[in-house]
């Protein structure tokens, strides 16, 4: 099985991945990367793994065709592009201008991937992990059972990952330096993860002239999207 979690910068897209990354561990070989969007050079490299799961932001052309065919599965998670916009602001100490950049690209990958994919929103994600997971589980294996639901979303619930994340150090055992940011190289959740327990919408973290910026900086591509429709 080929699975693609094409989510939101900073909307859950990393809870989503180890998700996954848990029920096809469970059933399979898993060739896992975080890489560019050249998806066949990726394919070609992983050898005999049973399931391939990519963690992406943008798909070139065939990714989209995978995507399209129904050979990959697509899981989307997703939230207010102001709130995705401010998170990645203070999470990478990103420029405004790039921010938005980022989310906007994404925005227009969603318009293609939207008729093909799962989306979440970022709240199911928040307040309810376990819902969350038994969707993208049962998305990828009907069957799964439900203990095994609650034991992934648990490992993956906002607190446990603070405390591993918290502990992070660029230098450490297992962690990938991308000069911005580092991470984990297992489970893709990366330094100051999370900030705060409590999520902060963007009228939260910026000036109300800035978030009215930001949105109508974004204005068209979420129309263009449906955004409203799942959050």
């Known amino acids: 099985m080929i699975v693609f979690i094409a989510g939101m ?68 998670t997703i939230r207010k592009p102001e709130d995705a916009v401010s998170s990645w602001m203070q999470t990478f100490d990103q420029s405004e201008e790039d921010s938005i950049s980022v989310i906007r690209d994404w925005l227009r990958l969603y318009i293609m991937l939207k008729p093909f994919a799962l989306t979440i929103s970022y709240r199911t994600v928040d307040r309810h992990p376990f819902i969350a997971a038994r969707r993208i589980m049962r998305f990828l294996v009907p069957d799964v059972r439900l203990t095994e639901i609650w034991q992934s979303a648990r490992q993956h619930a906002k607190a446990e990952v603070k405390k591993r994340t918290d502990a992070l150090s660029r230098d450490g055992q297992g962690i990938k330096d991308i000069g911005f940011s580092w991470y984990d190289a297992k489970t893709f959740f990366h330094r100051r ?35 409203e429709s799942v959050l």
């Open 9 to 76: 910068p900073r909307s859950g897209s990393t809870f989503s991945f180890n998700i996954a990354r848990d029920v096809l561990r469970a059933r399979g070989s898993v060739y896992q990367e975080a890489p560019p969007p050249n998806i066949s050079e990726e394919l070609a490299r992983c050898g005999e793994a049973k399931h391939v799961l990519f963690k992406v932001h943008q798909l070139d052309e065939s990714g989209l065709l995978l995507a399209r065919s129904s050979a990959a599965r697509v899981i989307c």
């Open 193 to 227: 993860h999370i900030s705060s327990l409590k999520s902060r919408s963007a009228s939260e973290r910026l000036p109300r002239d800035q978030v009215q910026r930001i949105r109508a900086a974004l204005a068209e591509e979420t129309v263009a999207a449906g955004i």
